[in-house]
C-alpha cells in the first residue's frame, strides 16, 4: 500500500469517526460524572437516571461498533512473524564445544545449532564462510548479559579481523522471531553486519522491529549456552566488561590478560 493511499484512507478514517461522534450526540464531556439534559421543544428536560444508563450504554455499543467496523480503512497489515520453535529447520547443523564455562578452565560443553537458509540467506551464507574457514576458533564470548544475549564474533587475531571489518551484509528481512536460543548477527545499523553474532537467551521480540534477522537456533545445548560466564558484565564503556576497540585492537592478548575468564569457542565444526 502506498504512502499517498495510507494517507487517504486515515483521512476517511478520521472523517468517518468524526462523523460517527455526531451522528450520535455525543460532547468531548460525554463520559463526564454529571447528568446530561437534552432539548425537547426548546425546554430543558432530564432524563431518568436508569433511562440515561440505557441510553448511554447504546449509544455507547454503537460507537465502539462504529469504530471497529471502519479501524480496518487505512490500517497496514504486517504479517506476524513465525516462531523459531515451530518451524522445521533443514539448513546445515554446526556443533561447538565452549572453554571455560563458568570461568572454570575444567569445564567445558557442546552446543549444537541448525542454520536455516529461508530465514536469512545472505547470514546463513557468511556463517557457514566464516565456519568454514575456522574464523570462531578461539573466539571469545565477551558479553553476557543473563536474560538477554551471549555475544561473539572478534577474531583473536586482530590482523584476521582487520581483513573483515569492511566485508559488511546488506540486511536480510526478518522473517523469524528473536526468540530464546535464536541466532542472530549483531548490527550497527542498516547493512552493516559482518562476524558478530549472539545467541538470544530469552525471549527478546522487541528485537524484532530493530532489523535483528535470526539465521538459525541452537537445537542442543541451551543449558551449556547458560553456564557462559557472565561475572564481567555489560563492555564499556556502559559497564566494567570487555571494550570492543580494544578486542578489535589487540584480540585475544587483551581479552586473556584482562578478562581470563570468559568462556570461548575451542572448536567448531559442521555436524556429519
Known amino acids: 500500500m502506498s504512502f499517498n493511499c495510507r494517507i487517504r484512507n486515515w483521512k476517511m478514517l478520521v472523517f468517518l469517526v468524526s462523523s460517527a461522534i455526531v451522528s450520535l450526540g455525543w460532547q468531548v464531556n460525554a463520559f463526564a460524572p454529571q447528568l446530561p439534559t437534552r432539548s425537547v421543544s426548546g425546554n430543558l428536560v432530564s432524563f431518568s437516571t436508569t433511562a440515561l444508563q440505557a441510553e448511554r450504554k447504546t449509544e455507547r455499543r454503537q460507537f465502539f461498533g462504529l469504530l471497529r467496523r471502519i479501524a480496518t480503512i487505512g490500517a497496514v497489515v504486517t504479517p506476524a512473524l513465525a516462531s523459531a520453535e515451530q518451524e522445521t ?117 522487541f528485537l524484532d522491529k530493530q532489523g535483528f534477522s535470526p539465521i538459525g537456533k541452537v537445537i542442543s545445548g541451551m543449558d551449556v549456552v547458560d553456564k557462559f560466564y557472565a561475572g564481567y558484565g555489560e563492555g564499556a564503556p556502559r559497564g566494567p566488561g570487555p571494550n570492543q576497540g580494544m578486542i578489535q585492537m589487540r584480540g585475544n592478548a587483551y581479552l586473556e590478560s584482562t578478562y581470563p575468564k570468559l568462556s570461548y569457542i575451542s572448536s567448531i565444526k559442521f555436524a556429519e
Open 89 to 205: 529447520l533443514s539448513g546445515k547443523i554446526v556443533e561447538i564445544t565452549i572453554s571455560n564455562l563458568e570461568g572454570d578452565p575444567s569445564k567445558s560443553g557442546v552446543i549444537q545449532l541448525q542454520l536455516e537458509p529461508s530465514w536469512a540467506p545472505r547470514g546463513v551464507a557468511r556463517f557457514m564462510e566464516l565456519t568454514g574457514n575456522q574464523f570462531f576458533k578461539d573466539c571469545r564470548i565477551f558479553r553476557v548479559l543473563p536474560g538477554f544475549v551471549a555475544q561473539f564474533g572478534i577474531q583473536g587475531n586482530p590482523s584476521i579481523q582487520a581483513e573483515w571489518r569492511s566485508k559488511s551484509l546488506l540486511d536480510d528481512p526478518v522473517k523469524v522471531s528473536n526468540s530464546r536460543g535464536t541466532v542472530v548477527f549483531a548490527t550497527a545499523g542498516p547493512n552493516s553486519r559482518t562476524t558478530q553474532l549472539f545467541i538470544n537467551t530469552a525471549d527478546n521480540s
